[in-house]
């Protein structure tokens, strides 16, 4: 199975689904992605069988429960700055927690349910991460 090199087709893959609309809980371009669909369809995109949670709203608390899906897709922790192709856990305030894709450090691509699509858009500044992941390497890579 391909893993992206160094995130890049991983940052690839997700700029592929720009434009797709927006859908709560949505994992089909044709009819709308959410955060954690675009992250599992991206990751499908660059070979990876990702593996996504279900049952989430568009606002929680608490998102402790859903974490183990990270190293289940073969994600594993990026420690160190924000790079190409690391998924990232961000809290946007007010109990909403928002995954993205860094296309750079400064730069993701997402599922902005306010502009309703996925688009790609600097880095809020006022984002905080939670946690973040990149895909991780294969034995003999």
């Not at 750079?104 to 905080?128: E, T, Y």
Request: aromatic share 6%.
């Amino acid at each position: 199975m391909a893993r992206p090199d160094s995130g890049a087709n991983l940052a690839m893959a997700a700029a592929g689904f720009i434009g797709c609309p927006f859908r709560l809980q949505g994992r089909d371009p044709a009819h709308g992605l959410d955060c954690v669909g675009l992250v599992a369809v991206s990751l499908a995109a660059a070979g990876i069988s990702p593996k996504s949670p279900s049952g989430y709203g568009l606002r929680n608390l608490f998102v402790g429960q859903w974490l183990h899906f990270a190293a289940a897709s073969g994600l594993a922790p990026s420690p160190g700055p924000i790079r190409t192709g690391d998924v990232v856990l961000m809290a946007l305030g007010h109990g909403q927690h928002h995954l993205v894709i860094a296309e750079s450090g400064s730069s993701v691509i997402h599922a902005h349910a306010g502009l309703g699509k996925v688009v790609r858009q600097p880095l809020d500044p006022q984002w905080r991460v939670v946690a973040k992941w990149h895909a991780a390497p294969q034995k003999g890579d």
